[in-house]
């Protein structure tokens, strides 16, 4: 069998496929130094790898999806990065560091990384039958494997690898709720184990403290044994210096634990989040949607927390009660009277803490998504003078979260009260009876003193319980509002049912086309049919709401048609993979969003590798590098958020840059300037041709100037297409694209 799969290791370019040839004499090929034979670099070297050992795997990874996911990917391709991309292309990737002894595990092919940084396939670790171990090793520059001594083998490599599997090999995704975020807590379940054991003993010594004060009481005082004290009091403090020297280390462990299990908790749902489409988040409020965001932290500390204190409870509760047991009978069953009794109290505040938490949630999202929004909007704010008509809502939110808050906290704070009653009334009915039984001489002081002690180590965690149950119910409902979230499908991602061109020409096609944005409502796009060949400017004019803009959307895939095809160069979009489209396809939008940081940084945003003379050209390109030049520091200047600081008109420039420094294959302008000035306008409208060139250009504009140089122009109304002609055609038709043309030339509005 190892024969057999030796003979399958043999290479083929950009497919995956392996196999191995071996001299016909015997001798394996002389090691060489990687980078000796090839000048591969470090990238290359690690896609090669990545490609082969999906090969070997048969998951339906093509080299297009690595190259447009590294392409725009910030992650640099070291190690850390290729597992970044193995998980992004649908492998499981599980970074780990050998060492001599443990070489000869590796069974299965691996990823491993030479000294220098670049990768190499290290297919198996053997041993011949003369007892010399051997490793088969494929470096990506050469067509074959070979195989190297063990001694050889560490000459270069570094002993990292990164372990991959296919993750349709294994089992189905973990369905959202509580079992979610326990694979994330359970990653750490070995430093959950340490903090366990370290409070386990914490309470052992615990134990110690009430049996001790028997001894003091019923002994030391009795018989007046001071050296008996003193070595009870050194016991006791070297017990208490233990505990200390644990509790310390058990809070550094946990700390450090759940900050991690935070990063990954929120990251995970960072992802998700903008993995969701567009359409989710035009329906909600961005406030509620970052409330809900920040309900990750309620869960991560309910499970964090509460599982070990709550596991601890019962099994010391056992134990208390156990020991109990040993001092009096009678009194026992007084204490464990009292765990039905909070039993019932948790089942009565329950419902009503709920709604409280449901009120205080709801009224906390919608004050968040109106200072969003206020902030957002300042600058009509003040134009507009609307402070004071803000200022007054703003109180009433406020007031109103506030009392939702205060009533939430009535019910915790009334049902704690009525616990800490609960438990002090059998905690007196206790002291009552077993005062009774010392004056009776069945009971000794002491024995009272230590029963009341562990009996007050009983009812705390039942107390804690009721509190226990409150906490339950916040981390359910925060589950439920993330549920929101998780329980709306991603948009398809990287995957094997995912298709991608090797190359984008800019064939674009519609095929009765129909969409709406909600049920209720009429279509936005109805049956539209039309093509648009590679390398032609298209504009799109029409009246307002006419679906214009639906259009460009729907290329993009950021809406989904109801019915239809659409189509780029053959290829059926609603196949590809979100990414890769949008990667092949530039656009400018009316208002671009400006982010925080350097110009550079902003038109460079879809590469961030890009260097400074590709940014500079994309710049020029766009009319932007003169007026940049002219900035405080050029390129390095930076931006606020939004782009504040710069006019409508270098916004759009900048924009523009930001839109064509990856040379996509096609171009949206959607309604790019509608809203620039005069100057502006006609610095963009110089370099449109030069922009244009070799692409498939579409420009949605109101203004018919605009899209007067276009090669054709297609006239929207009503989500139909009513004309597709030149110009030239259009005018001479006297149609609604004449009627819109002489209705602006004679300065009426449509």
Request: proline share 4%; hydrophobic share 45%.
């Amino acid at each position: 069998m190892t024969d057999q799969r030796e003979q399958q290791l043999k290479v083929t370019e950009n497919t995956g496929q392996v196999s191995q040839s071996v001299q016909d004499d015997g001798t394996e090929p002389k090691a060489e130094q990687p980078g000796q034979s090839a000048h591969e670099s470090i990238q290359d070297s690690a896609i090669s790898c990545l490609l082969i050992i999906a090969g070997l795997l048969h998951a339906r990874v093509s080299p297009g999806q690595v190259e447009q996911l590294t392409r725009f990917s910030a992650h640099p391709l070291d190690m850390a990065g290729l597992v970044h991309l193995a998980r992004k292309v649908g492998l499981r990737a599980k970074p780990r560091k050998i060492d001599h002894k443990h070489a000869s595990s590796i069974t299965s092919p691996v990823i491993a990384q030479c000294n220098d940084g670049s990768f190499f396939v290290l297919a198996r670790v053997e041993q011949s039958p003369q007892g010399q171990t051997h490793a088969l090793v494929l470096f990506p520059q050469e067509r074959s494997a070979r195989r190297v001594t063990i001694d050889e083998l560490w000459s270069f490599f570094t002993g990292s690898i990164v372990v991959l599997s296919d993750k349709s090999m294994m089992s189905g995704d973990v369905s959202f709720g509580f079992r979610w975020f326990l694979q994330s807590v359970l990653k750490f379940k070995k430093d959950f184990v340490c903090v366990f054991l370290a409070a386990f003993v914490i309470q052992l010594i615990g134990i110690l403290t009430p049996l001790m004060t028997q001894v003091v009481v019923d002994k030391v005082l009795v018989h007046r044994e001071v050296s008996v004290l003193v070595m009870l009091s050194i016991a006791m403090l070297i017990g208490y210096v233990f505990e200390l020297v644990l509790g310390i280390a058990k809070n550094y462990v946990f700390s450090h634990t759940t900050n991690r299990i935070d990063v990954t908790i929120n990251w995970r749902l960072f992802r998700h989040l903008f993995a969701l489409p567009l359409r989710y988040f035009e329906s909600r409020k961005v406030g509620e949607t970052v409330a809900r965001m920040r309900e990750a932290e309620n869960i991560r500390s309910f499970l964090t927390g509460t599982p070990l204190s709550s596991l601890l409870d019962v099994v010391f509760i056992v134990v208390y009660i156990v020991v109990l047991f040993f001092y009096s009978v009678p009194l026992t069953f007084v204490v464990i009277a009292s765990i039905p009794v909070f039993a019932v109290l948790s089942a009565a505040v329950t419902p009503m803490f709920r709604r409280r938490l449901d009120e205080k949630f709801y009224a906390g999202s919608e004050a968040q998504s109106f200072l969003v929004e206020s902030i957002g909007g300042v600058q009509t704010v003040k134009s507009f003078a609307l402070e004071p008509r803000l200022e007054r809502k703003w109180g009433k939110l406020q007031s109103r979260y506030a009392t939702a808050g205060y009533r939430t906290s009535i019910v915790a704070g009334n049902a704690n009260a009525i616990g800490k009653f609960i438990q002090e009334a059998f905690d007196l009915l206790v002291l009552f009876l077993g005062a009774q039984a010392v004056m009776n001489g069945t009971f000794s002081v002491g024995e009272l003193v230590a029963f009341r002690m562990l009996a007050g180590r009983v009812s705390g965690p039942v107390l804690r319980f009721v509190q226990l149950w409150q906490d339950f119910q916040q981390a359910s409902m925060s589950v439920s509002r993330i549920g929101d979230i998780f329980g709306t499908p991603p948009e398809p991602g990287v995957g094997a049912d995912r298709i991608q061109l090797p190359k984008v020409h800019g064939n674009v096609r519609f095929d009765h086309v129909s969409f709406r944005y909600r049920p209720d409502t009429p279509c936005a796009v109805e049956d539209m049919s039309f093509s648009i060949p590679a390398g032609m400017t298209i504009g799109v004019c029409g009246r307002s709401g006419s679906g214009k803009s639906t259009i460009t959307k729907l290329i993009q895939r950021l809406y989904v048609p109801q019915a239809g095809k659409i189509s780029i160069d053959g290829m059926d979009i609603s196949l590809a993979d979100p990414s890769w489209l949008r990667g092949n396809i530039g656009v400018v939008l009316q208002e671009n969003f400006m982010f925080s940081g350097t110009v550079a940084e902003n038109i460079a945003i879809r590469c961030p590798g890009a260097g400074t003379d590709r940014i500079v050209a994309a710049a020029k390109l766009a009319g932007a590098h003169e007026f940049i030049l002219g900035l405080q520091d050029g390129y390095d200047t930076i931006i606020g958020e939004k782009g504040v600081g710069l006019s409508g008109g270098q916004k759009q420039r900048i924009a523009i840059a930001r839109a064509i420094i990856d040379d996509p294959r096609i171009l949206i302008f959607d309604e790019a300037t509608s809203a620039l000035d005069y100057e502006s306008e006609s610095i963009i409208q110089h370099n449109l041709k030069a922009i244009c060139k070799g692409r498939t250009v579409i420009i949605v504009a109101h203004r018919l100037s605009t899209i007067e140089q276009a090669d054709r122009i297609m006239v929207v109304d009503r989500g139909r297409v009513k004309e597709y002609d030149t110009p030239q055609r259009l005018l001479a038709s006297h149609g609604l694209y004449w009627r819109l043309h002489e209705l602006q030339r004679k300065g009426e509005v449509c």
